[in-house]
Structure formats: structure tokens, C-alpha cells
């Protein structure tokens, strides 16, 4: 590779770092902040659908390039970058404007009890251990993401596949495992 490439993907470095960082800590600040308005939709479903979405739209973005579809594999790439901040934006608008739901609180009453803790037996093990590492690789994907993409914006198409390895099955981890988290806390809604 000529250093030329190398130049003109060092220059997005910084970018990649602060927002690798930011994105987080945006997040966990505007948890912390509670605005008392009423959504006209209940969002949980949507961008579950949204993170299905992405999830179908990575598979035939992986499908187009073996098949040597640069344009639309680029196309598709775009859009699950979209999908995925239209994800983050109103999950995050969600948890701004209500309550957070407690994975098997039957009673909706915000406290899980001997019976409901009961009920659940060993499941709420394998959902926490879901939800726990879709949390944890939907941060620790945005440097990838971002890598990934920085190295095809610069023609840097031998690293772009080599990372985009790596990047496509924790993007897509990520996609449906927020899809197989709101199925399980789906019946505990409000």
C-alpha cells in the first residue's frame, strides 16, 4: 500500500477515536436525562424492526460483494449505517421519555418479586448474558464500523476486507441479538 493511502486514511484517525468514545458517553449521559413527554408511538418495536432491518440488509450487503457489486454493496453499507444511528437515536429518545422495563416483571410494578424471580427460573441468565454482550459489542463495533468504512471511502480495499472480517459478525451479533432482547422483554411492556 503507498503511503499515499495510508495519508489519506491517518487523516480520519481522530475522527474514528472521538467519536468511538463520544458515541458512548453521549449515551450513558442522556440516560441520565429524563424529559416528561409522551411519544405518539411506543418505540421499542420500531427499532427492534430497525435492527432486523440492519441485520438483513449487512447479509445482502455480504451477498452483493461476493458477487462483485461494489456499487450496491457500498449502497447497502450506507444505508446500515443509517438503520444503525436511526437505532441509537430512538433508543435512546425511548429511554429519555420512559421507565426502563425490568425483564420479568409480570406485575408491572418495577420490582421483581420471589414469584416473578421464580417463574423466570434460568432464563433471566441467558437474557442478561444477551442483552450484557449486545450492550458491551454495540460499543466496542463503532471503531470497527468506522474503521471499515474509513478504509473503502480511501480506497483502501485490501484493509477494508481484511477488517470488514471482522466487523460483519459483530454488526451483525449486535443487530439481532437487540432484536432477540426485545423478544424476550417484549411481555413485560406496560
Known amino acids: 500500500m503507498s503511503t499515499v ?40 418495536p420500531v427499532y427492534a424492526t430497525i435492527n432486523a432491518l440492519t441485520a438483513v440488509v449487512l447479509i445482502i450487503a455480504v ?6 457489486n461494489r456499487k450496491m454493496h457500498e449502497r447497502l453499507m450506507k444505508f446500515a449505517i443509517i438503520l444503525s444511528v436511526l437505532f441509537l437515536v430512538m433508543y435512546v429518545l425511548y429511554h429519555m421519555t420512559s421507565d426502563s422495563t425490568k425483564f420479568g416483571d409480570l406485575n408491572g410494578d418495577g420490582e421483581l418479586n420471589a414469584a416473578e424471580l421464580s417463574q423466570l427460573g434460568n432464563i433471566r441468565y441467558l437474557y442478561y448474558f444477551i442483552l450484557f454482550s449486545h450492550i458491551l459489542l454495540s460499543i466496542g463495533v463503532i471503531p ?17 476486507k481484511k477488517i470488514a472480517k471482522k466487523t460483519f459478525p459483530l454488526w451483525l451479533y449486535v443487530a439481532v441479538t437487540g432484536v432477540v432482547v426485545y423478544l424476550m422483554i417484549s411481555p413485560y411492556y406496560a
Not at 451477498?63 to 462483485?68: A, L, N, T
Not at 470497527?144 to 477494508?160: C, G, K, W
Open 144 to 160: 470497527f464500523v468506522l474503521i471499515t468504512y474509513v478504509r473503502a471511502i480511501t480506497s483502501n480495499f485490501e484493509r477494508h
Open 5 to 44: 493511502d495510508l495519508d489519506k486514511e491517518k487523516k480520519y484517525n481522530k475522527w474514528i477515536a472521538i467519536l468511538s468514545v463520544a458515541i458512548p458517553l453521549v449515551v450513558v449521559i442522556l440516560f441520565g436525562v429524563k424529559i416528561d413527554v409522551e411519544l405518539p408511538i411506543f418505540l421499542p
Open 63 to 68: 451477498i452483493m460483494i461476493k458477487r462483485g
